[in-house]
């Protein structure tokens, strides 16, 4: 089993920044791959950013290209997410994933799952 826990979430102005961190517990960090998807109020969770085992190769949505980084730090078992640039439409309750097995934007591909972490952006 695999636990993870969001950290760094909380209210920003449009503009600004924040880094969220989801630290991973009870298997091989370095052998999950690490996504992270977002649910807005009244929408369906989507995906924002998914990272291999490695660190190597990273993938985004559209909306958060260019703005977002994925990150990770084995040697901590954390990944993070840096959002920058941040607007309105970025307001959502964010989750950290993991996937033992695919590098992938489906959902039902990861089988572990944090908490989430609100992330609000005022305008």
């Known amino acids: 089993q695999v636990q993870l826990v969001e950290t760094g979430g909380g209210l920003v102005q449009a503009g600004g920044s924040l880094r969220l961190s989801c630290t991973a517990s009870g298997r091989t960090f370095s052998r999950l791959v690490m996504g992270w998807f977002r649910r807005a109020p009244g929408k369906e969770r989507e995906f924002v950013a998914a990272i291999t085992r490695g660190g190597g190769s990273t993938d985004y949505s559209d909306s958060v290209k260019g703005r977002f980084t994925i990150s990770r730090d084995n040697a901590k078992n954390t990944a993070y997410l840096q959002m920058n640039s941040l607007k309105p439409e970025d307001t959502a309750v964010y989750y950290c994933?993991?996937?033992?097995?695919?590098?992938?934007?489906?959902?039902?591909?990861?089988?572990?799952w944090g908490q989430g972490t609100q992330v609000t952006v005022s305008s």
């Open positions: 994933a993991a996937s033992g097995t695919f590098y992938s934007r489906v959902q039902d591909d990861y089988a572990y």
